[in-house]
């Protein structure tokens, strides 16, 4: 039997401490097999990002438990995580910017770079990929004077040099015009389909989410059934 790609026990986070602490997330689960494209729905402030950034490993919960294929990162070095959140994850995250005054070419090959594949390697990778994305003629342009969608699509092919298991997308189209934004979403999709890599969306758009698979809603850092009936529910 294989284990889910991504898998969350009852995990809870809480930020802040003393009478500002505050309860971000209150004990959700989950699985992700591979090949899914999940979207996690919810208001602003609902905890998306930061269930978001635990099934990531870019943070870690207060209670409960993950697995990554079967594994636990809590017995696993930082080392270790690093390494899994370099080869098997890719993010596309409106906070982890580009570096505007390096290349387009540049913010492509730096995953490869921390992965510590030789320059020559690097730069066929990051073409192909580049070349994938119709980005090839931007590949010398500073990435400060690329257009929002050409960012973002080059937020996707530095997600994708390291050919992941999985993409993480947040808010993945939130500040595009819905054109370019629905070129972005068919980027996601298309590799979901022909690549069977896995997608996490976090997203509070409806029609983004109803082209996942399955959609989780999450309301004041717990899972609910459906965020039209929570009130009705209550
Ligand atoms: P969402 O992505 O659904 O908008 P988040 O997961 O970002 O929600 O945030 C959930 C709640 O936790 C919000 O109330 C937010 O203000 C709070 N929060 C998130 N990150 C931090 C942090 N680093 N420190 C303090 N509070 C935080
Ligand atoms: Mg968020």
């Known amino acids: 039997m294989t284990s889910p790609l991504l898998e969350a026990r009852t ?26 494209a999940l979207a996690i729905v919810g208001k602003s402030g609902s905890g998306k990002s930061t269930l978001m950034h635990l099934l990531a490993l870019l943070d870690t919960p207060d209670t409960g438990d993950l697995r990554v294929s079967g594994s636990d990162p809590a017995t696993m070095t930082t080392a ?20 505007p005054h390096a290349t387009v070419l540049e913010n492509v090959m730096l995953p490869l770079k921390i992965a510590g594949i030789g320059v020559r ?16 003629d931007k590949a010398t342009n500073k990435a400060i004077n690329l ?26 189209t939130g500040n595009l015009d819905t054109n370019t934004g629905r070129l972005v979403e068919n980027l996601l999709f298309s590799l979901n389909r022909e690549h069977g890599i896995t997608l996490v969306i976090v997203t509070h758009d409806p029609d983004l989410a109803a082209r996942c698979d399955r959609q989780i809603f999450i309301r004041d850092g717990r899972e609910v059934r459906s965020l039209d009936y929570v009130g009705a529910a209550a």
């Open 80 to 99: 270790q995580m690093g390494r899994i959140r370099n080869r098997d994850f890719g993010f596309v995250f409106q906070q982890f910017f580009l570096t």
């Open 147 to 172: 257009s929002g969608g050409q960012k973002q699509r080059v937020v996707i092919a530095r997600a994708l040099v390291n050919r992941p298991k999985v993409i993480f997308a947040d808010e993945p």
């Open 11 to 36: 995990i809870t986070k809480s930020y802040g401490r003393g009478s500002s602490r505050f309860t971000a997330l209150a004990g959700v689960s989950l699985a992700v097999p591979a090949g899914e």
């Open 121 to 136: 390697e690097r730069k066929l990778r990051a073409l192909a990929v580049l070349e994938q994305l119709e980005l090839v």
